[in-house]
């Protein structure tokens, strides 16, 4: 669960720094406080894309961080483990980005891809956000949701790449039987390039290694005539670079006696006699191992003609000839196969067996599964103003199966009994789909393992009596789980174990947003302030003690 977040330099943040306890927080204030800036620093925290713009204006850099105990995470603490990033129960997260955009990510002080931030993130925190409801929209998501729901997604991967390798099985099979179709003279053509290039038994180095060694044999005696000449200009002549070097450093010793500073100087001077020296023990080797060899020049000259040849008959440069011999090869044996179009076929059954063997068990499951949301989702329903309403989840066979399994999820929903089921986007309202919406995601985050849950803004659209059952039941998840919410609705903040509210303070030069864990006073005023905008009142004062009383008599 989250236990601390720590914010430098984002937006109109300069330093905020927050303690979050289990069970349900809220967080709440006036349009435009900045509400957001807390789940976008999370966000940040977890991989997300920083832009320029979120950089506090005159800050050199951004700085976040956020504290984690995973004591009851287990994916998350099993990842750590994995990635040798492990600490105990409690993880560290921590990001730096500059105003060039460059960024910096640790975890428990270890440096850290984004991708990784990413992968972590996904195990420590689920956030539902105020358009859940379009997120739902795609077949994909629907699909997903049930398989997440359920339990079984990595079933779903096991489908995923039993069905990748069926597909491959085809596609081989379909190539081998358009190959079979290949010429008899393409394969005699094949075989004789095959036997020639064999015959020919060039290595992939051996071009360049017999270029080189033409070059140095073809020259040799201009190669031993510059050594020569080099060796004595360094080593062995009366007026050689070594011996006039030695002579300076032999003066600069003499007179080093008479100037300290001297020393420096020889210092400088000590490490060129010495690369002289080597150089010229180098040039002696050389000149040892060179040699002049007309008959091994002959035995070059000839290896390289014959490649040479054979590379102009077959069309290639030299240096791709071992290539061109493995693509005859490769071409010659998918000839070969396709004439065992019985062993390919073989494959395929295989593979589609193989892929079936999962994909039917995935079936069985998503049915028992799609039965049990259907019916959990509903029932909460009931408790959101939407009576006599039901939610379908419907499997309908795939016309050929793919690789997310044989069947497409489909929900369907009716807001009301008299309501034919439909398609969730086509018969519901927008009032009525965030309702959904919501009911989707607190039965959902109920068998979910992610250990921190973090609603924004999703109770957007209703209000009254509706918004105190959502309340209570944010209130009952976060008896199993740490719940956040970014509400406006004090409906909703009166269920909170803890209540903090986000403020804007300064003028229009000088802005900044604060955070306050309010006191039971405090929850008072802010209530007030929800229900009735601005301006507090005797009445709201008594409305918003009223919530706070109902809340407290319902969980004494």
Known sequence: MLRLLSIRNF???????????DGFSVLTGETGAGKSILLDALGLLLGDRFESR??????????????????????????????????????????VIDAQGRSR????GRPATLAQLAELGERLIDLHGQDAHQALASADAQRT?????????????????????????????????????????????????????????????EWGELSAAQSRLANAASLLETAAHCSEALIDGDDALAVRLSQLMHRLETNSALDPALREIIALVEPAAIQLKEAARALRDYRR?????????????????????????HRARPEALPALLAETDARLLMLAEAADEAMLARRVADAEERYRAVAQPLSAKRRFAANELAHRVTEAMQDLAMAGGRLEVVLIPEASPASYGLEHVELRVASHPKQMLGPLTRVASGGELSRIALAIQVVTSEVGQVPTLIFDEVDTGIGGAVAATVGRELQALGTRRQVLCVTHLAQVAAHADHHFRVAKIGNGATVATTLDRLKSSERVDELARMLSGTEITVKTRAHAKELLEQHRRATS
Not at 61 to 83: H, I, K, N, Y
Not at 196 to 204: D, I, P
Not at 296 to 303: G, T
């Open 54 to 95: 979120q950089l506090r204006p005159g800050a050199e850099r951004a700085e976040f961080a956020a504290e984690f105990d995973v004591g009851d995470a287990a994916a998350a603490a099993a990842w750590l483990s994995e990635q040798e990033l492990a600490s105990d129960d409690d993880v560290l997260l921590r990001r």
């Open 11 to 21: 937006v109109v943040v300069e330093a905020l720094d927050v303690e979050f306890d």
């Open 105 to 108: 990510a640790w975890i428990n």
């Open 145 to 205: 949701l049930l398989d997440a729901f359920g339990g079984f997604t990595t079933l779903t991967r096991e489908v995923g790449e039993s069905w990748r390798v069926w597909r491959a099985a085809v596609e081989k099979h379909e190539a081998a039987a358009s190959a079979a179709k290949a010429s008899v003279s393409e394969r005699e053509f094949l075989e004789a390039r095959r036997g020639e290039l064999s015959a020919l038994g060039m290595t992939e180095s």
């Open 289 to 313: 191992r060179l040699e002049v060899d007309p008959a091994e020049l002959q035995r070059v000259e000839a290896r390289l003609a014959a490649i040479h040849d054979t590379a102009r008959k």
